[in-house]
């Protein structure tokens, strides 16, 4: 069946540093593939997504590439901010599914 | 406009007691999900309704629980007999229709804990 394998947390990183949380997938066919964020105390948000090969999704500086030939979608941030303490799950969606299959999420905290 | 909303935020129950989860999606979204989020996982699939009827049930664990969508719109996720395994954040999302192109967005969640 299908699954995603995230970078295991948690991540602690300074204000401004570079960020990468892995991603790997195994699915049927091509799926699509997304971040969702969740801050302390609030629920699940769209962080970006992308639908077919070498798409890039983007959204609030971070950016995440669609690796048909790795089965990856890597989830990266030039210069983290605080605010961008959070956990962040990766998912997908495959075939005719029509519900996420999500990963099992890796907890940023970054520091001032 | 309003996000989805789901009613308790938190529910305390005793084991083998029934349960209700009810969940009010963005106004006119036809697909609603839900799934189950235990402690330091992610998200797991348990059903999905497209209008009315529940088009996918295979993520429910067991024949205990149960959910509804009479109307197309409000959804109620059942629990029977509870058990202390069932605690856990309940959580639904809606999108506009279904299949991967459309985003999904999600509640707050109902932290069910079962004694």
């Known amino acids: 069946g299908d699954s995603v394998t995230q970078m295991e947390g948690p991540v602690t990183l300074s204000e401004e540093a570079f960020l990468t949380i892995n991603c790997t997938y195994t699915a049927t066919g091509y799926p699509s593939l997304f971040w969702y964020v969740q801050y302390p105390g609030e629920g699940l948000q769209l962080l970006l997504k992308?639908?077919?090969?070498?798409d890039k999704g983007s959204n609030k500086g971070f950016e995440a590439t669609y690796r048909k030939e790795t089965t990856s979608f890597h989830l990266e941030k030039g210069s983290v901010q605080v605010s961008d303490s959070a956990v962040y799950f990766c998912?997908?969606?495959?075939?005719?599914?029509?519900?996420?299959?999500f990963g099992s999420g890796t907890q940023l905290t970054v520091l001032p | 406009g309003a996000g989805v909303s789901q009613t308790p935020s938190n529910k305390v129950t005793e084991k083998g007691k029934y349960v209700e989860l009810r969940c009010d999606p963005i106004?006119?979204?036809?697909?609603l999900y839900w799934y189950r989020q235990s402690l330091g996982q992610g998200p797991e699939f348990l059903i999905y309704f497209q209008g009315t009827g529940a088009a996918d049930d295979s993520g429910l664990p067991n024949d205990r629980f149960f959910a509804v969508r009479p109307e197309g719109s409000v959804s109620t996720l059942k629990i029977q007999r509870t058990e202390r395994g069932d605690s856990a954040v309940y959580l639904c999302a809606s999108s506009v229709t279904s299949g991967g192109a459309s985003t999904q967005y999600f509640g707050p969640g109902t932290r069910l804990t079962v004694l």
């Open positions: 998912a997908l969606i495959s075939g005719s599914a029509r519900q996420l299959t």
């Open positions: 106004s006119g979204h036809t697909a």
């Open positions: 992308a639908t077919k090969a070498d």
